[in-house]
C-alpha cells in the first residue's frame, strides 16, 4: 500500500474507509446489515428524523377520532421501502416479520374487543352470564389430572397445560361431561364481546400503522452503528463526559453479550439441556448465569479502567473528532424535506387523505 | 521493612538516579479493603532501576505481584485508588522517578508510559479497529494525518497489516483473540511511548505470532530508544529479549540480574516455582554447563550438550511407539459455517482414540476450538458425521446427553462456575443429568478429593485462587464422569506450580483410561504429556502425528504458525551434524540421555 494511498485521509476513497475486502454485511447495533444497503448511505440524523416523521404522520392516520384508512395505506409503503432498503439479512427479516404478523393480529383483535365503537354489529357473543357458578366439573377433573401426569413424568409445567387444554377442548366437543354445581353467586355484570364494522375498521387501520412503524424502527436500528451514533452525539456539541459514557456503554454491552455466550455454552457443557426442564428450572438456570456474568463484569470494569488510564484518558480531555462525524450531503437534505413533507402531513391543518378522496368522488 | 538482599548490591548495568528511565525506591503498597482487617502487603519494599533504552524483564509465579508494580508504574495506584490524604500512608508508602521526574498525582499521567495487558478483551475500548488504533493519539490532539499514518504502520509492525482496508467497519467481534491481542500492542506502538510496559501480552498468541510481536517491540526498541518493561512467564522470550530480568516473589524483588546470571539462581527459582527454560533445566539436572553456566541459546546448548550427548548415545532408550486403541470420536468431512457467513471448517476428518491425549494445535482462528466445540456438542456441524462413542451428534438428544460422555474446560474458569460454593458447583452437573441425591454426595466428595479441594468445599468459587478456580472447573466437568476431557489452553498466563498441577491432573485421568483433548498453544506441553497432535490451518488439518513427527517437519511448522520447544529445536539442530543421534523432545529424554 503507498504512501500517498495511505494519507488520502480527506478522501472517501481511503482504503481504511472501504469495505473490508470479501465482506458483504457490517455490524450494526442489532445483528447486521449489508454495507452497501442504500438507507445506511442517508445520514443518521436524517435517518432518525425521516422514521420519526413518518411515525408521526402514521399517528395522525391512525388517530382514533379521525381514522385514515387511505392515509395508512400510503404511509405504509414508505415504511415497507425503509425496511427493504435497511440492507437486513433476509433470515433476520423473515424472523421480524414472522414476529410481527402475530402481534398484529393480537393488536387486531384486542382493539376491536375492548373498544367498541358504534356502527353495524358484526359480531355479538355472549361471554360471562353476570353469575359465578361454584362446583366442579368433570372436564376440570381430566384437565388437572393430564397436567399433574405430564409433569410427574416430563417435569414440565407450560406443555402440559396446553397438552391437557387441548385434549379437554377435544373431549368437551364430542362427549358431554357431567358438572355438578354447589352454588352461584352473581358478580359483575354480563360481559357480550361485540365486533362492529366501525370498531372493526379503525382496528385494520392501527393495524396497518402500527405495521409499518415497527418495520421502520427496525430499519433504523438495523443501519445504525455505535460508531455513527458516537459521530452524531459529537456534532450535535454532546458533552465529552457523555459521549464517553455512552461509548463505554456499547463497548460493555457487547463484552456482556459475548461473555454471555459462553457462559451459556458453558452451561451446555454442564447438561443443562440434559433432561427436559420445566420453566422454573429454566429460570433458575437463566439465574444462575449471573453469578458468572457479575464477576467477569467486576472483573472486566476494573481492567477497562486501566486500559482507558493506560491510553492516557482522562475526563477532563477533550478529544478532537476522528473519522467519527460525517457532514450532510445532498441526499440528507432531501431526506429532510421529506420529513418536513410528513411533519406537515401529521400536524397541518388539512383534512384527511380518506375525506379528500370521497370528496373528490 | 525488609531488607532487600539483592537490591543493596551494585545491580548489573546500574544507571544513575538521573538518567535511570524508571526508579524506584522502597515501594510498599495493599489494596484498600472493606473490613477493619488491613489486607496483606501486595508489594513489599521494591527497589528497582530501569535504564533507558533497556528491555527489563519481570517474572514470577501468579499473585507475586507483578501487575500490581504495573499499575503503580502507570500511576493507577496509588492515585485512582481513591485513597484520602490520611488513608494514603496506610496503604502507599516509596517513590517512583519517571525519567527524573517524581511521579505524584498530578504527573501520574503524563503520557510517557504505555501498558499493554493480558486480556485483550478488555483493552478494546472502542467499536472499530480504525478507532481503536487511534484513540490513544485522539486523545493526544495528533492530527488525523498523522494518526492515519502512524496507526497503519502499528498495524503494519503488528502482522495484521491486511486488516488496513475496511479499518473502519472491522468491529472487535469480527477478529479472533490473537488478532485483538495485536491489535492492543499495536494501539500502544501507535503512541510511541517512552517507556512500555508489556503485561503479558502474548498469551492469547500462538507460538510463531507471539516471537514476532516481540521481535518487532525489540526492534522498535533499538531503532526508537525505547524503554521495555516486560512482564512474561515465558523464560525463553525472556532470556532472548530481555537485558535484565527481575524476580518478583510474594510482592518481592529477591533477584535482578542479566538471563545468563539470572537463570543460574537454581535454588531461588525453583524454591519460588519460577518458571525456567528448557536449556537451564536440562543442565540443572544433568551438570553440563556453557561457560560454568546454564545455557540459554540453541549455540550455547549445542555447544554443552553435544559432546556429552555423543558419549552417552548408547544409554538412550528409544521412545515407545504408541498403540492403537478404540476409535472414541469419528469425524468424517465436517463443515461449519458461522452465522455471519464465516466458514470455520472446511471438511475435517480425524479418529479419536481412547485413553490418548492428543493436542489441537494451530494458528489463531484456525478452526481447533469450533471443532472441539462440535465433538463436545455445544455446536452442530453443518455438513459431515460426527460420532462419539458411536452416537450420532446429528441428533439434538444424543448432543443433550454428550456432557455425560464428553466434558468440555474452558480457557477461563470464571465462565463456567455458576454456584456460591464449591461443593453446590460440582453437584450442578450431576443435578442436570438426574443423578439421585445420595450418588451425588459421593461423587462431589470423591471429585473434590481427587482434586485436593476438599478444604474448600463450602467456600465461595470466586474468592478462589485461579489455579483452584481452574482446577474446580476441570473438577466440575470431571465429576459428571466423561470418557472424553476436552481442555482449552489450560495453561495460558499460568505459572510453572500451576501448569505441572493440571497438567498432573490430566495425566492422571489418562492413566484411568481418559480420552484427552487439549487445545493449546504451549508446545513443552504438548512434547511433554501429548502422544499425539493435529494441527489445523484455515478450517482443514494441516497434519496429524506424533509431536516427533511434527516437529521434524519445518514446512508443516511454518504453515501451522508453530514452534518447536527449545528443547525439540536443539535435538533437530544436533542431529542435522550427528543424524546418528536420537530425537530428544523434552527436558526428560535430554536428562534421561545424558545421565
Known sequence: MSRQNILTTGAADAPFLQPPPGKRFVRSFLFSRRIDAPLAQVHLLARIVLVFSLSAALLRAINTDHPDLLGAIVLWFPGILLFACSGIRPRVARIYVLLTIPTLFSLFFTWAVFNPVPGTVLLRQPVYGGTLHIGVALWEIIWLALVVAYFLWRRGLLVGILLASLVTFVLTRFVALPAWTFAQVAFFHPLTVLITDQGALLSLIKMIGYSSMILCTVALVMTSSDIELIGLLRQLRTPQPVVFFLSTVFRALNLAFTDYETIYQAQIARAINARPRSLVRRLRDLGSIAVPMVAMMIRRSSEIGDAFLARGYSLRNKSADFYETSPLRSIDWIMFGISLCLLYFAFGPHPTLTILLQRGI | ?595
Open chain 2, 1 to 595: 521493612m525488609v531488607t532487600q538482599e539483592f537490591n543493596e548490591q551494585p545491580l548489573p548495568g546500574v544507571v544513575n538516579k538521573e538518567s535511570a528511565a524508571v526508579r524506584i525506591e522502597g515501594l510498599w503498597w495493599r489494596y484498600p479493603t472493606f473490613s477493619e482487617k488491613p489486607n496483606a502487603w501486595t508489594l513489599r519494599d521494591i527497589a528497582l532501576e530501569v535504564e533507558p533504552g533497556e528491555c527489563f524483564g519481570i517474572t514470577g509465579p501468579s499473585g507475586a505481584g507483578k501487575t500490581t508494580l504495573c499499575r503503580a508504574l502507570l500511576g493507577i495506584i496509588p492515585y485512582n485508588a481513591r485513597l484520602t490524604d490520611e488513608q494514603l500512608p496506610q496503604h502507599f508508602r516509596g517513590a517512583i522517578t519517571i525519567q527524573g521526574q517524581m511521579m505524584t498525582g498530578q504527573t501520574a499521567n503524563a503520557r510517557r508510559l504505555g501498558m499493554v495487558m493480558q486480556d485483550p478483551e478488555n483493552q478494546f475500548l472502542r467499536m472499530s479497529l480504525l478507532h481503536e488504533l487511534g484513540m490513544g493519539l485522539q486523545i493526544q490532539g495528533v492530527p488525523n494525518e498523522e494518526i492515519i499514518q502512524r496507526a497503519h504502520d502499528a498495524l503494519q509492525w503488528v502482522g495484521l497489516g491486511h486488516l488496513w482496508r475496511g479499518a473502519l467497519y472491522m468491529h472487535p467481534a469480527d477478529l479472533s483473540g490473537g488478532q485483538k491481542q495485536r491489535v492492543a500492542i499495536a494501539a500502544f506502538l501507535a503512541l510511541r511511548p517512552e517507556i512500555l510496559i508489556l503485561d503479558e501480552p502474548t498469551s492469547d498468541l500462538d507460538p510463531v505470532g507471539k516471537r514476532e510481536v516481540i521481535e518487532t517491540i525489540a526492534r522498535l526498541r533499538r531503532d526508537h530508544r525505547m524503554t521495555v518493561i516486560l512482564v512474561e512467564q515465558d523464560p525463553d522470550l525472556l532470556a532472548a529479549f530481555c537485558d535484565r530480568i527481575a524476580l518478583l516473589h510474594e510482592g518481592r524483588i529477591e533477584l535482578v540480574a542479566p538471563p545468563a546470571s539470572f537463570y543460574a539462581q537454581r535454588s531461588l527459582l525453583e524454591s519460588s516455582g519460577t518458571s525456567v527454560c528448557e536449556l537451564a533445566r536440562i543442565s540443572w539436572r544433568t551438570g553440563y554447563t556453557y561457560e560454568s553456566r546454564p545455557p540459554l541459546t540453541l549455540s550455547e546448548g549445542e555447544a554443552a550438550f553435544t559432546q556429552p550427548l555423543l558419549r552417552h548415545v548408547h544409554a538412550h532408550a528409544p521412545v515407545a511407539a504408541d498403540t492403537a486403541t478404540e476409535p472414541v470420536v469419528q469425524a468424517e468431512g465436517v463443515y461449519y459455517n458461522y452465522t455471519d457467513g464465516t466458514r470455520a471448517l472446511k471438511g475435517v476428518d480425524l479418529t479419536l482414540y481412547q485413553g490418548e491425549m492428543l493436542a489441537l494445535l494451530g494458528p489463531n482462528g484456525s478452526g481447533k476450538t469450533t471443532f472441539a466445540k462440535i465433538i463436545a456438542g455445544i455446536y452442530r456441524a453443518t455438513r459431515g458425521t460426527v460420532r462419539v462413542l458411536g452416537q450420532d451428534l446429528a441428533q439434538r438428544k444424543v448432543r443433550a446427553r454428550l456432557p455425560s460422555s464428553v466434558g468440555y474446560v474452558f480457557q477461563n474458569p470464571d465462565h463456567q462456575l455458576f454456584c456460591r460454593k464449591v461443593r453446590d458447583e460440582i453437584e450442578y452437573g450431576l443435578k442436570n443429568l438426574g443423578i439421585e441425591q445420595a450418588r451425588r454426595r459421593e461423587i462431589v466428595d470423591s471429585t473434590l478429593e481427587a482434586v485436593g479441594l476438599t478444604r474448600y468445599a463450602d467456600e465461595d468459587p470466586l474468592f478462589l485462587s485461579k489455579g483452584q478456580r481452574q482446577r474446580l472447573a476441570v473438577a466440575a466437568v470431571l465429576a459428571m464422569g466423561p470418557d472424553i476431557l476436552i481442555v482449552d489452553e489450560p495453561t495460558t498466563g499460568q505459572d510453572y506450580r500451576s501448569i505441572t498441577s493440571i497438567m498432573s491432573l490430566l495425566c492422571d485421568l489418562q492413566r484411568q483410561g481418559k480420552t484427552i483433548l487439549v487445545i493449546t498453544h504451549d508446545m513443552t506441553l504438548v512434547a511433554e504429556y501429548c502422544q499425539r497432535v493435529v494441527a489445523f490451518r484455515d478450517g482443514l488439518l494441516a497434519f496429524t502425528g506424533t509431536p516427533t513427527e511434527l516437529f521434524a517437519q519445518q514446512e508443516v511448522l511454518q504453515r501451522t504458525g508453530l514452534r518447536p520447544p527449545m528443547a525439540a529445536e536443539l535435538s533437530t539442530r544436533i542431529r542435522e551434524r550427528h543424524p546418528g543421534l536420537p530425537t530428544l523432545l523434552t527436558v526428560e529424554q535430554w536428562s534421561a540421555a545424558l545421565s
